[in-house]
């Protein structure tokens, strides 16, 4: 599946002379831009830096553990001081790889690496290595526990990874928590943090927060000297998630991971590593945007043929539930999963070529589901008495459409753990091979976190073994995502941030939402967002209904492309979509699958303007948003193939729209272009422009 | 399979007339021996009080709760005060029942019932039941709260059941624990109870003590009036178990529950009940014995077709290991599960009709198995590679013996409830269909303790998909029996109890502790406590080995007798029966199912003679031991069928026999005994004897 290629050899420089501490050891960047050091204190702590065109990212910081023993839970001797370097190497490594599914077909990973290997002073030593990746947009970095004598099983009690900022950058965060990351993402000045405000919980029934200063991670952060700068996690397996802690005295950022009902951050066994700490830098918002490290940061796939993992664009009996005109819950008199509604969006699927229908509320258990701590909620395979399960297989596969299960655990994981199997193998035998998991709610086993240690191997769990069953998977109210996808490519998309649905029963999400998010949370992986609202005003479903839509139309059709996810629902009902065909028709052309991508412009909480092209395809399409701000931008098409033409589909904002007074008013227009065009966009506040550029035959 | 004989027609009396506060209902027991009252006080608390031939039992003893809201976490109103009586009705019972297997063939239900409806004052009040059962033997009483608009979803944060006693009385008590039930019994006045002294806590890796004054159930009590009280409960379901604590200024015990990870002791949804407090009292000790009560207050069998549960004499791969000759491990170099030595095993269970062979040690983790909290460590399908499982399942099968399955989850439940199905599968296509479960060490979920709510969902998920596999269970180190293998008869045994495997590694059970066992942890069911040692002094297996074991090989003999249990081991290895092959004739004699139990005398930590008849069988089993006192008895064999002869052989110690000095000393005679005649035995300090009873044809 992945074609590897080496480009260069692989350069090893082992230096096992005698190192003394305070002595620097640098390692550049392949381009030479970045700049990190790394060295033991005086106290014998080890240290790093980083620096990017000579300005500083991350001042001098600590790194460290503190230990316990498992059987005794007593403290082992601090890994923050007292070490010493017994040995570091250096190496080069540039190679290319081909994603299952993305936004490039082909990743290169280009990296100088430096290993050092660290030892305790003193009797009964423990080791660990660090192991540092620089590539020309950012760091990596891990720690890792080989097999040695006097460390086997061990608890993780606290991480001490320092990110020592230059400044009070603005920063665009989210409150750190254990259990959520569906909070209304803020901007302000890191010394402006203020994670526990309630009003960051509102509408969110399970979360804790710990600390007014942490936030999650992916963390945005812009310095008063024009950096850009991204601090995130890649490859988070068997170790809880991490949150940040302010210093407001130095901007400090200290990793705050997840505990688990005790207390205890992780349980590991050496050899062991944790996951990579990233910090990706550019001097341009786009980079951030273009970044690979993350996935660079992960394993390569282990679906040895997959062949069977589709890149999905699918509809669902789902968004009718979230404006009220139906229920999940069959005894509700507006039961939405019936079999007669079902075929509906089956009908529509096949007929606007959609590969899935999603269908919620098809189970037994929603009339009892929600925020009891019920451990026997859903037992995955007992349909309402109103879904025909063996019908709709039938009648889908007919008209060649795949249904998608739903399987919302209620947070009840113990409960889903036991029934897994049986569950995988009735959606086999029905005809499924897709499924989007939920997770609302507090967690059973009761006392753990939606993002520690035991929650993150369960997701990991399900993400194997619907490889195993070959079903794809869209994990919703997971941990936050660290690129796993590349190992798992059937994980498809995870919800773990603040989606559209929101928009239906909250506050909503402001229109600056969407040029936040491709620098926080999707830098993770894909997100199963559901764009394409189309009615955008509510109390269309319901007169007492006041929620809108903070977006124009327009910008609602340019998400397919700012959003890069192999999976895209088109979240409004059949019904809506028929009354306006012709902006329909831009979500039916979009690809959710891309061989390239050209990130033209962005500034984070501001803008974005992307242009993609399709797998296997010359058709190419544009998205453009913005926040609240109207906005003029133009688009320079010169990365079309010179000498082609085109014709361009441009779906813009008409000239009165406005996402609080005038949303749903568009204008699509018509004109050829080649290579050589530049075109100009005209954005709505809130709004945004999508285009499809498809060659001329 | 339960011959169900309705000897009364059910007499009902409903008394919804208004009732005042602190008006007394009174019910007694149907021999008029026993006399509950129940009432409110003054600030509308609900109490009971219980006399025994018009002694006290119990004092004026409080009940109630407090709960809390699930989805807010905050307190209801306390149902400890403010309560009405709404209604109450008495009626009386009196039906037979045949158990699977048990002590006796038939089982009397006879009692008589009181229902009290209780609610509160005011606005939202919450409505709860108390129903009060008395038999001749005992009070069982369990709260019930019926479904209601005010009462859904709720947790229990404590429940406040008292049992006020009339004095100082003698207690045979283990420490209160979260944790473990293997502690060596004490015997002091209550006021004397001191459970957190570390002693108890010796050899006991994974244990959670909570309260210095807390004891366990079952806990068997003698007052100065010569009363014996047991407490305990029946039918522990989907509820955590109760602990009691003891106020030392007045003699009150009051229920202590086990808390789960969060501190909440349990989730409930009305409609929901509690297990039954069960008092066991009378003025004989053998009556305590010979309760079956707790049986009683348990549901009938949910398996309509026994036919398949075999009670189990059986032999195994396990003692070996206790005494340092084999390892579980198998790269130790000594690994017990070795194709061969199993063959050895099976040849010897089939040459002396044993039904089954336990190996322990099969399968791959036990090299790094204990005290790390490690959630992955058996998968119960990957044997060793010196574990031939297609071979030996032959072997077994030609030979007509069964090999029993042995799943240690080293208490990582989450772990083992993943594997469950496959495991119980594997076990079905080899050709097993007995298992031992074992629980060593601390539960995961983490935080979750093997008392708790969570764990005792978990022992009977087990017992229930066994069930469905027809798959027999012992499970060690559980929860402690609460009768539930009435319900459940394919749950043959527990351990839940300091079992004989302390005799190898610690400081040992002492001689008195076979004569409080039946008093205390068996009142729940049975126990797998493997008797049968005859190398008492373990030097034998290890010149540096000093540990012994502390009765005689009498006394070993004569615990298949006083111990009542369906399932037996000859725990000792077959190279060392082979050397006493006259007094293993008892072992292989003995039954494990009776017809009819007669208990002929009996003291808590002193003494208890048994005369047991065969299931289906004219055969008779007497056992009598005792404490480390030598004693001379006589048994009156005037159960044994008048005009017919019998032949006793009789194993008893040798006059210097002696549990420390000469413990291996037994003589064996024989003698013709008809039902005139009175044996005389004379049992060493720490010594027993058994005695078979076969008719002369």
């Known amino acids: ?60 910081s600590a790194m460290g553990f503190g230990l ?38 082909e990743i290169r990973d280009q990296h100088n690496q430096l290993i050092v290997s660290l030892t305790q002073k003193g009797e009964k030593a423990i080791q660990f290595n660090i192991i540092f990746k620089v590539f020309n947009d950012g760091l990596g970095f891990r720690y890792v526990f080989p097999q040695q004598k006097e460390l086997n099983h061990f608890i993780v009690s606290a991480e001490k990874t320092e990110f020592h900022l230059a400044g009070d950058h603005k920063a665009f965060w989210i409150p750190g928590d254990y259990d959520s990351n569906e909070f209304s993402p803020n901007v302000s000045k890191l010394s402006e943090v203020d994670g526990e405000d309630p009003k960051y919980a509102a509408s969110i029934f399970a979360h804790q927060f710990f600390n007014k200063n942490a936030v999650q991670t992916p963390l945005m952060l812009k310095s008063d000297d024009g950096l850009y700068i991204n601090i995130h ?21 200290t990793s705050a991971l997840v505990p688990d009902a005790l207390g205890n951050m992780a349980y590991l066994q050496a050899p062991a590593k944790t ?34 993992i589709k890149p999905t664009k699918y509809i669902g009996v789902w968004w009718e539930m979230h404006v009220g005109k139906a229920s999940w819950d069959s005894a509700s008199g507006k039961h ?108 059973i086993p009761r006392g753990e976190h939606h993002d520690g240690q035991w929650m993150v191997n369960h997701y990991l769990r399900v993400a194997k073994k619907t490889a ?13 995502p660290t690129g796993l996808s590349r190992t798992y490519p059937n994980w498809l998309a995870c919800e773990a941030a603040r ?40 109390n269309y479903w319901d007169k007492n209904k006041k929620e809108t839509i903070h977006t124009t139309l327009a910008k609602q059709l340019a998400l397919y492309v700012t959003i890069c996810s192999p999976l895209q629902m088109a979240a409004d009902l059949p019904e809506i979509y028929e009354k306006k065909l012709d902006a329909f028709q831009f979500i039916k052309d979009v690809a959710v699958d891309w061989d390239d991508s050209k990130y033209l412009e962005a500034e984070p909480g ?19 948003i913005t926040n609240e701000q109207a906005r003029t931008t133009t688009v320079d098409l010169d990365f079309l193939d010179a000498g082609k033409k085109y014709q361009a589909i441009i779906y813009a904002d008409a000239p009165d729209a406005d996402f609080e007074k005038n949303p749903a008013a568009y204008v699509i227009s018509k004109q050829t272009v080649n290579s050589k065009t530049v075109l100009n966009l005209k954005l709505a506040p809130g709004g945004g422009t999508a285009i499809s550029i498809m060659p001329i035959k």
Not at 291 to 297: F, G, P, R, V
Not at 411 to 436: H, I, P, W
Request: proline share 5%; hydrophobic share 40%.
């Open 275 to 308: 996951p990579w700490r990233t910090i990706i830098v550019s001097d341009k918002a786009t980079d951030i945007l273009a970044s690979h490290t993350i996935l660079n940061l992960n394993d390569p796939s282990v679906i040895k043929d997959p062949s069977w």
């Open 1 to 60: 599946m992945l074609l590897k290629k080496c480009l260069l050899a692989f350069v090893l420089t082992l230096s096992v002379t005698t190192i003394f501490a305070q002595t620097k050891t640098a390692v550049q960047s392949p381009d030479k831009n970045l700049l990190m050091n790394f060295w033991l204190d005086n106290d014998g702590r080890p240290m790093y830096e980083l620096l990017y065109k000579n300005k500083t990212v991350i001042l001098p």
């Open 68 to 105: 316990k023993q498992t059987m005794s839970n007593e403290a082992l001797p601090s890994l923050q001081k007292n070490m010493q370097l017994t040995a570091s190497s250096q190496s080069a490594s540039d190679t290319k790889w081909n994603p299952v599914w993305g936004d490039v077909k």
């Open 499 to 538: 989606g559209m649905e929101f928009n239906a029963w909250s506050e909503g999400n402001k229109p600056r939402h969407d040029v936040i998010l491709p620098f926080t949370r999707f830098m993770g992986g894909p997100m199963d967002y559901t764009p394409g609202i189309f009615q955008l005003e509510l």
């Open 233 to 253: 996690e890649a490859a988070l397996v068997n170790y809880p998630a991490m949150n940040l802690v302010i210093d407001k005295a130095d901007f400090t950022l």
């Open 468 to 480: 195993d069953y070959k079903i794809m998977l869209d994990a919703h109210e997971p941990v936050r």
């Open 606 to 624: 501001e803008y974005i303007t992307v242009a993609r092209k399709a797998k296997k395809s010359n058709n190419w399409f544009v998205g453009s």
């Open 336 to 443: 939405g999963a019936t079999t007669a509604n079902v075929k509906r969006y089956i009908d529509f699927a096949a007929k606007h070529k959609f590969d899935g229908v999603l269908v919620e509320g098809w189970n037994v258990g929603w009339e009892d589901w929600f925020g009891q701590y019920k451990e026997n909620v859903f037992d995955f395979v007992t349909p309402y008495g109103d879904f025909d399960v063996k019908g709709l297989h039938k009648y889908a596969a007919s008209k060649n459409v795949k249904l998608i299960m739903h399987h919302e655990t209620s947070a009840s994981v113990t409960n889903y753990e036991r029934q897994m199997d049986t569950a995988y193998r009735f959606m086999k035998a029905n005809g499924y091979d897709a499924v989007k998991t939920g997770y609302v709610g507090h967690i």
